[in-house]
């Protein structure tokens, strides 16, 4: 399915692993690697690029695909609650939280705060009035924890 705009404050245009905000490229995690080659392989496939990219995202167990490829190594970083453990042996530093911001690595923990990241994201980049803005269209209004970088 190809991205189609969204009406709105913004020209907002969704896709599945990897969308624009103006012309700054963002990749996003998502679990569908561990089904096709384990998420080693898919992340190679999909983040051989991420030097380019301005920001990398990760949901869920998603995350555990830019952790494969190295990127979350040391850095502040969350994920779905039975994955944390294995995010931590990949040197991650994990965090309690439902959303993860630190710059060019967001992440978030359970499925349920998929909506909390981009949400996060449109805040960030966009300001608040953006985001009350999708948060009425989607009929969800952003929750928990936010981590930043102090």
């Keep these: 399915m190809a991205p189609r705009p969204i009406s709105g404050p913004s020209s907002y245009r969704p896709a599945i692993t990897s969308f624009d905000i103006g012309q700054a490229p963002i990749r996003l995690g998502h679990p569908s690697g561990t089904r096709h080659g ?3 392989k898919h992340a ?8 380019q990219c301005v920001l990398v995202a990760g949901v869920c167990t998603g995350v555990m695909v830019p952790s494969a490829a190295g990127l979350t190594k040391g850095r502040p970083c969350t994920t779905q609650y039975l994955s944390k453990a294995d995010l931590a042996a990949q040197q991650a530093q994990v965090i309690d939280a439902r959303v993860v911001d630190d710059g060019e690595l967001v992440t978030a923990g359970g499925v349920t705060s998929g909506l909390d990241l981009p949400l996060r994201l449109i805040t960030r980049e966009l300001g608040a009035a953006a985001a009350v803005g999708a948060e009425g269209v989607l009929e ?11």
């Design 38 to 40: 384990g998420p080693r």
């Design 44 to 51: 190679r496939r999909n983040y051989r690029s991420s030097r």
């Design 140 to 150: 969800y209004e952003q929750r928990g924890a936010v981590w930043r970088r102090p």
